[in-house]
Structure formats: C-alpha cells, structure tokens
C-alpha cells in the first residue's frame, strides 16, 4: 500500500473512534441515554396482563400504570391513569422512591414487537417490586380497540404514591 493510503486509513481509524467515544460519553450523560447493559426482553419471561385485564386495571384503578415509552409519544396519547416513565429513565430509583415496593404495578410500551415495557419491568423487579407486570400488547392494541386514551400530561411525582 502507498503511504498516503496508510495515513488516510489510520486518520479514518481515528475519526471512527473519536466518534465512538464522543456518542458513549453523551449517552452517559444524558437524560435519555439508551442503557447499554440491557439483555432482551424474553416475550413470556414477565406476568402477562391482557387486554380485558388491563380495561379491569384502567376501571378500578387497582395497579399503577407505567407507559415506559418516550416522553413524546406519552404526550401525544396514552392509557388513561398512566404516567411516563420512560424505560431508560437514570432517575428511576428517584421516580420510584415513594413507592411501595408490594405495590401493583403494570407497564406498556408500543406494542407486543417493543420490548421498552418489560425491560422496566425488569428493572422494577431488580429495584425489589415484587407485583410487575406487562401489557405486552401495548399501546397499539389498546388503541386499535378503540379504548379511551389521555393525552394530557400527568408525571410521575404527582400519583405515583
């Protein structure tokens, strides 16, 4: 190879790992980093709550719902009751202080393909919450059912307890 073929290549070397540092430190820091020990979701691994369950749950009230979605699809539509709190939240300790750990909880994501929804599960059960469950069918399925949905904006602080 040429010299200036070996410089180029060496100098593209470089950009590529300035690059791949730079992405990593600012997913470090930022609120909405994608955490990178995440193992993936198993479909059958968590409690299962269906669609009737779930139209049970948004009735009586008797579980906290957990919409583990980004922030700006929470905004524009959601399961009534629910509050956001995003499945990569670094607060969640601090979102979840207040909580009871038996307390009943459920989460949801997009859809039974986005797996956002149990890996907040599985967070939650490592944090010690012992009642989690996922509505796997998520917000797709809760919707198509013309269910009713929310789209003001209720966080976490303010129900949680």
Known sequence: MKKETMVTLRQMLWIVLLALTLGLAFNHISASGI?????????????RVTLV??????????RLILDARYPRFY???????????????????????????????????????????????????QMGFTDVAVFYEGFSVWKAAQQPVENKVEYHEKTAQ
């Open 75 to 125: 905004k524009r539509a959601h399961i009534p009751g629910a509050l956001s709190v995003p499945y990569n939240s670094k607060q969640l300790e601090t979102l979840m202080k207040d909580v009871a750990k038996d307390r009943a909880i459920v989460t949801y994501c997009f859809s039974e393909q986005c797996p956002q929804g149990e890996i907040l599960a599985r967070r939650l059960k």
């Open 53 to 62: 369950e779930m139209k049970q749950i948004v009735e009586r009230g008797s």
């Open 35 to 47: 955490p990178l020990d995440v193992t993936v979701a198993q479909p059958d691994s968590m409690a």
